[in-house]
């Protein structure tokens, strides 16, 4: 139910499937136009804090296009979705009590529920769960709104944003500028599990470094 007594009603899954996949025909279409790099800036802005599909899918269309600017597409990529997490952040700081019932019935996987989980890993690790969310698939967005509704320290927030938004964006432009279309179906395949891998790994060494202190 809205602020104003009004019960919102969520969309439902077979009409957001299918909006989410005209979304995505229309993104990857702006790998084709002159527009691509500010179409990927605004992309990568907005999905930090509300848009549905990553800015991957055109980051990865371009940088097959032109392989040669790849990393410089990753950079476009890495200062918008950034910035856009700022924007995230003063939502969720300043206007999350009027807009919490949209962002749980309209943005796909904004959960009451996934929002308070996302609350008590901030109480906990505030620095590396930003991380997490910045170069693993968890939607980016769920993290930078909380992390400014529950209160996360600014600069802490954008320095874990700047260096996992640009470690996931180079790491996918590094890979095609090398291999270039042979890696985008190992990007597809597998780099989801590998990041996921990769964060797992810094975890263990975190448990290890807190319960085993070098002396």
Known sequence: MGNDGRTIQPVSKNRATHFLKRIYVWVLSWADTPYGVPVLVILAFAEASFFPIPPDVLLIALSLARPRHALRYAFAATIGSVCGGVLGYGIGYGVWSVAADWFFAYVPGFTPELFQKVGNL??????????????????????????GAFGINLPIFVIASLISRALRFYLVAGLLRIYGDRA???IERYFNLLTMLALLLVIVVLVIW??????
Do not use: E, L
């Not at 109480?123 to 709104?145: C, L, M, N, S």
């Not at 807190?210 to 002396?215: D, E, G, I, L, M």
């Open 184 to 186: 985008r179906n190992f």
């Open 122 to 147: 901030f109480a906990r690790y505030d620095f590396w769960t930003v991380f997490a969310a910045g170069f693993t698939p968890i939607p980016y967005k769920v993290f930078t709104i909380s992390a």
């Open 210 to 215: 807190n319960f085993f202190p070098y002396n």
